[in-house]
Antibody, heavy 114, light 107 residues
Framework: QVQLVQSGAEVKKPGASVKVSCKAS????????MHWVRQAPGQGLEWMGI????????SYAQKFQGRVTMTRDTSTSTVYMELSSLRSEDTAVYYC???????WGQGTLVTVSS | SYELTQPSSVSVSPGQTARITCSGD??????ARWFQQKPGQAPVLVIY???ERPSGIPERFSGSSSGTTVTLTISGAQVEDEADYYC??????????FGGGTKLTVL
């Protein structure tokens, strides 16, 4: 069965970076794009960007351009999302979701606090 | 950029029909998806291609489209359907966007 398993919760200080992983299983990793979506406490869903695991090409939401980097490792069927220059407003649950957004990871809470 | 607009809340009694709308110009050209999200859980896809239901989603969930508005209908809403619902769409060469979400109360 399709599974997306994300890395554990993180606590970071303002100005730091965070790298969240999403390990895929149960399907051909390179056949589906992967989205990253975040949700701040009590807020709605916010799309951050997408990566093509086959060639590694990416497209980022304008809001995150210059601060987000999405990469993949085909040998481990894992995608990564790194967000830099963290600020308190980046405190959120970060999700990966397979291309058709039919399967989602369990979410990773990133807390930014001094 | 483009936006998808949803009502912030909808309330129905158990057994009634709940309708949640999502409006945006892109919906005249592109399909919408709907997600259900319960507290502390990841979103779950309940409708894709405006009106298709993934396997495992109860038949009481349906979707429709008319012009720039799509509608999620829950026929005979149950207490366990109480959740936040989000619409979603994406246009060629444009980023994905979610609607602001609708809190459905069933009581």
């Amino acid at each position: 069965q399709v599974q997306l398993v994300q890395s554990g919760a993180e606590v970071k200080k303002p100005g730091a970076s965070v790298k969240v992983s999403c390990k895929a299983s149960g399907y051909t990793f390179t056949s589906y794009y992967m989205h990253w979506v975040r949700q701040a406490p009590g807020q709605g869903l916010e799309w951050m960007g997408i990566i093509n695991p086959s060639g590694g090409s990416t497209s980022y939401a304008q809001k995150f351009q210059g601060r987000v980097t999405m990469t993949r490792d085909t040998s481990t069927s894992t995608v990564y999302m790194e967000l830099s220059s963290l600020r308190s407003e980046d405190t959120a649950v970060y999700y990966c979701a397979r291309g058709a957004v039919d399967y989602w990871g369990q979410g990773t809470l990133v807390t930014v606090s001094s | 950029s483009y936006e998808l607009t949803q009502p912030s809340s909808v309330s129905v009694s158990p057994g009634q029909t709940a309708r949640i709308t999502c409006s945006g110009d892109v919906l005249a050209k592109k399909y919408a998806r709907w997600f259900q999200q319960k507290p502390g859980q990841a979103p779950v896809l309940v409708i894709y291609k405006d009106s298709e239901r993934p396997s495992g989603i109860p038949e009481r969930f349906s979707g429709s489209s008319s012009g720039t508005t799509v509608t999620l209908t829950i026929s005979g809403a149950q207490v366990e359907d109480e959740a936040d619902y989000y619409c979603y769409s994406a246009a060629d060469n444009n980023p994905v966007v979610f609607g602001g979400g609708t809190k459905l109360t069933v009581l």
